[in-house]
Structures are given as structure tokens and as C-alpha cells.
């Protein structure tokens, strides 16, 4: 059956905006605050990476420090080890998410290490986390292809979804990286991870480079997922992906979901509003073909 409910979890200012031209500490300040207006519980504002190899994520800290905060929001940032957690726990984020991959090839050319040595750096990050009450989130890149090991198997991105999962990470989000996966392909990966990872701690993280991601979204509606991430005005990509383009547009998804009676929590006027103003702070075309249809 159909969920009646489904929870969006918000990218564009960390998967997008890393991945886009610099914008200024204010600008995604405001963004932030614009979707936590919108109605958006669960936003990704930060990532606590190396600046060398993200510059654009440089202002994190300012970042989170910045936002004013609303009531029953909350804030994550992505922590690839300790120096992260450190400086995530110094900026008061809400929750922190770990990244691995099913793929030897986009683990080292991301993080520059392999799978097994990601899983390691991570057990003491779980352990301080913990320490902090800090939920942490985990995700798992290359699930449906990677721009490196090519076809990538769904029982591998299963394997790498439970290790995840057992350390203590409440959910765990699949990311189809580079946007290859098409819907009946989507659905099996999703049902091979759900016989070791309860379907409802898994997130969908459908990247649009081919246009696929709203169809293999709607392929795993059924399947017992609750979350699904997305990125307002299809923002960004990742510098690790070539040609990879933002994730499948929230206003795209809202507009879906509430079309079939599916509930966001999300005021969709706000959100296209939101999306066009780091569209405009961005000096691009808003990426939503909602938000462009309905802002005519
Ligand atoms: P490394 O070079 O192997 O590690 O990088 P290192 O520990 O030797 O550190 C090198 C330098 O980085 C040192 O500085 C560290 O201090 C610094 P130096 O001494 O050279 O001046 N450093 C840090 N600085 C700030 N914050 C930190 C941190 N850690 C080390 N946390 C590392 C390893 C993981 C740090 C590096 O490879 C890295 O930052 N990778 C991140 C790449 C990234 O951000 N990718 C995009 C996000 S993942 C994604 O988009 C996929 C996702 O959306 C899901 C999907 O779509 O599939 C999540
Ligand atoms: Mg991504």
C-alpha cells in the first residue's frame, strides 16, 4: 500500500550548493531559514569535509551558528571522521550523517580510502556521537551504478547498508549518485537492502542526472520507505561524480506526493519561493519544473 505520509529530507544546501558556484554565508543562512518557513523538519545545512576539497562548504560552521533556529527543525551536517564530528558538536548541529559507498572505486575517489578503512574511521565517530546524544544518519553512495566500478551489486549495497545500520545509525540513505538507476532496477535494489535494514529506516536519495529519479521514487513508494531526499530547485551534484547533476527537485516531489494524497507537511508556494531565491542568488534557471510552472 501506499504510505500516507512521506518525510522529505532537504539537501540543497549541503548536496547542492556544494556543488554549485560559491554563494555568500547569508544567502545560505536565508535559504535554510526559508525552507525550516516552508515547513521543511529536516535540513542538511552543513558538511564538515575538507575545504580543500570542497571549498564551496568552507562556511559551514558560520553556517549552522547563523540559522535561526525553529522549534522541531533539524539541522545535520555530513562528518567523514572525528575532525568533523568535533567540528559539527562546536556548531550545535542537530545531527550528523557518516558517508560510504557500495563501490571501491567512488569510496576512494570520495573519501580516499576504501569501504573497510570508511567503516573503521567511523566507529569512533558512532562512539562520541553517542557520547553526545548526536543521532547520526548513514549514507551509501553508487547504489544503482558508479561512474567507476560501473554495475554495482544490490546485495553489495545491502552488505554496506547493514554494517551501517548495526554501528547505530538511524536511518540509512541510498544514494543513487549518479542518477543511472531506472524504476524496476530501483525497486529490487530497495527490496535486496529491506531484507537486512528495516524498510522505514531507509531514505532514497535519487540524484535526476537522467531524468529517472521521480519514477524510481515512485517504483519504491511501495516498499515501506518513509523518507525520501531531495534538493529544492534540483541544486547541485557532486564534485566526485562527473556530469552528475542535483537531486530530483523537492518542489518536483511535493507536487507528486500531495497530487496523490500523499502528505509532506510542506507548503509548496513557500518552497518555490525559497528555490527561487537561491536560483536568483545563484544567477540560474530554477531547476524545479514545478517551481518554473508555477512561477510564470
Ligand atoms: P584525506 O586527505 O585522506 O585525509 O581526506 P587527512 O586526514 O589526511 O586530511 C587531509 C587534510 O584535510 C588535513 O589538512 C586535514 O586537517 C583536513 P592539512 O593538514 O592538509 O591542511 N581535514 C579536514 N578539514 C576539515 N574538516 C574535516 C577534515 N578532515 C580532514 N572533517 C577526507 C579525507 C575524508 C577528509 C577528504 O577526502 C574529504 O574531505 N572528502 C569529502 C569529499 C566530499 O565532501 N564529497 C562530497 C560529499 S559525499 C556526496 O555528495 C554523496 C552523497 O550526497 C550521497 C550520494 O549522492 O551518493 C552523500
Ligand atoms: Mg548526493
Not at 32 to 61: C, H, T, Y
Not at 212 to 217: E, G, R, V, Y
Request: aromatic share 6%; glycine share 10%; with cysteine.
Amino acid at each position: 500500500a501506499l504510505p500516507s505520509h512521506i518525510s522529505l529530507f532537504e539537501v540543497g544546501p549541503r548536496d547542492g550548493l556544494q556543488n554549485e558556484k560559491q554563494v555568500t554565508t547569508a544567502d545560505k543562512i536565508l535559504l535554510v531559514e526559508n525552507l525550516a518557513s516552508a515547513g521543511v523538519n529536516r535540513i542538511e545545512a552543513a558538511s564538515f569535509v575538507s575545504p580543500k576539497w570542497v571549498p564551496q562548504m568552507a562556511d559551514s560552521g558560520e553556517v549552522l551558528k547563523g540559522i535561526s533556529r525553529v522549534a522541531g527543525v533539524r539541522y545535520s551536517a555530513l562528518t567523514p571522521n572525528l575532525k568533523g564530528l568535533e567540528l559539527a558538536l562546536d556548531a550545535n548541529a542537530s545531527e550528523v550523517a557518516v558517508f560510504a559507498a557500495a563501490s571501491e572505486g567512488f569510496s576512494q575517489k570520495n573519501i580516499n580510502c576504501s569501504i573497510e578503512e570508511s567503516i573503521e574511521r567511523f566507529i569512533p565517530l558512532m562512539e562520541k556521537a553517542k557520547e553526545h546524544n548526536l543521532p547520526v544518519r548513514g549514507y551509501v553512495s553508487c547504489v544503482l551504478g558508479c561512474p567507476y566500478d560501473g554495475e554495482i551489486a544490490a546485495s553489495e549495497v545491502a552488505r554496506v547498508s547493514e554494517i551501517l545500520y548495526k554501528l547505530g545509525c538511524y536511518e540509512i540513505s541510498l544514494g543513487d549518485t549518479i542518477g543511472v538507476g531506472t524504476p524496476a532496477k530501483a525497486r529490487k535494489m530497495v527490496e535486496a537492502v529491506a531484507a537486512k535494514v528495516p524498510a522505514d529506516k531507509l531514505a532514497l536519495h535519487f540524484h535526476d542526472t537522467y531524468g529517472q529519479a521521480l519514477a524510481n521514487i515512485l517504483a519504491c513508494l511501495e516498499t515501506g520507505i518513509r523518507t525520501v531526499d531531495t534538493s529544492v530547485a534540483g541544486l547541485g551534484g557532486c564534485p566526485y561524480a562527473k556530469g552528475a547533476s542535483g537531486n530530483l527537485a523537492s518542489e518536483d516531489l511535493v507536487y507528486m506526493l500531495h497530487g496523490m494524497g500523499i502528505d509532506t507537511g510542506i507548503d509548496l508556494g513557500k518552497l518555490i519561493e525559497a528555490g527561487n531565491r537561491i536560483s536568483a542568488a545563484l544567477g540560474r534557471q530554477n531547476g524545479s519544473k514545478v517551481a518554473r510552472a508555477l512561477s510564470v
